[in-house]
């Protein structure tokens, strides 16, 4: 079945440092990617998101590219702020299950430091 | 900005009493789906729901799990004998019709004892 592979966390870094979390997946279908934020004590907010390969979603300086050929998707920030500290989630939507539902990778927990 | 809404944020109840989670999706939003997270572990898919059944369901959702959409702005999650390994957050999401984006609610957090 299909499913998301994500590094194992915690992740800290100081501030200001570059940020990768990496994120694979594996899907019988051709599926569209997520990446979710999740703040200390609140819900699931999208993040970005890339329907197709090679495309490239972004928001609050935040980037990941759909690599079709690697089957990857990994979450990037130039310079990261204390406020980024969250756990964040991958997550895919196989274009071929009619229910859209989301099949997650186990979240990386990102700890920045000032 | 439209958002999903959850209630209660917090329940405890004790081994094999009932429990109604309940959500407000998005108005216009036609998919509806619960997700549960157990402390430390991946969300997980529990049910989906369109057109008034549904749609799909993980091997999560056995015969103690019900969902309904009760009137036009609430959809609920049952569990009829809540169990320890019950004891979880449970999101629920709401998606338009042919997007794929879910809009996630700020989850329950459901707690057995």
């Known amino acids: 079945g299909d499913s998301v592979t994500q590094m194992e966390g915690p992740v800290t870094l100081s501030e200001e440092a570059f940020l990768t979390i990496n994120c694979t997946y594996t899907?019988?279908?051709?599926?569209?990617l997520f990446w979710y934020v999740q703040y200390p004590g609140e819900g699931l907010q999208l993040l970005l998101k890339?329907?197709?390969?090679?495309d490239k979603g972004s928001n609050k300086g935040f980037e990941a590219t759909y690599r079709k050929e690697t089957t990857s998707f990994h979450l990037e920030k130039g310079s990261v702020q204390v406020s980024d500290s969250a756990v964040y989630f991958c997550?895919?939507?196989?274009?071929?299950?009619?229910?859209?539902?989301?099949?997650f990778g186990t979240g990386t927990r990102l700890k920045v430091l000032a | 900005e439209p958002e999903v809404t959850q209630t209660p944020s917090h329940q405890v109840t004790q081994m094999g009493q009932e429990v109604i989670l309940r959500c407000v999706p998005i108005?216009?939003?036609?998919?509806f789906y619960w997700y549960r997270q157990i402390l430390g572990q991946k969300v997980e898919f529990l049910v989906s729901?369109?057109?008034?059944?549904?749609?799909?369901k993980s091997e999560i959702f056995d015969d103690q799990f019900s969902v309904e959409r009760p009137d036009g702005s609430n959809f609920t999650l049952k569990i009829r004998s809540t169990k320890l390994e019950d004891s979880a957050m449970y999101f629920c999401?709401?998606?338009?019709?042919?997007?794929?984006?879910?809009?996630f609610g700020p989850g329950t957090r459901l707690t057995v004892t």
């Open positions: 999401a709401s998606s338009a019709a042919g997007v794929r984006e879910q809009y």
């Open positions: 899907a019988t279908g051709y599926p569209s």
């Open positions: 890339a329907t197709k390969a090679d």
């Open positions: 997550a895919l939507s196989d274009r071929n299950s009619g229910t859209y539902k989301y099949i």
């Open positions: 108005s216009n939003h036609l998919y």
């Open positions: 729901f369109y057109n008034n059944e549904i749609s799909e």
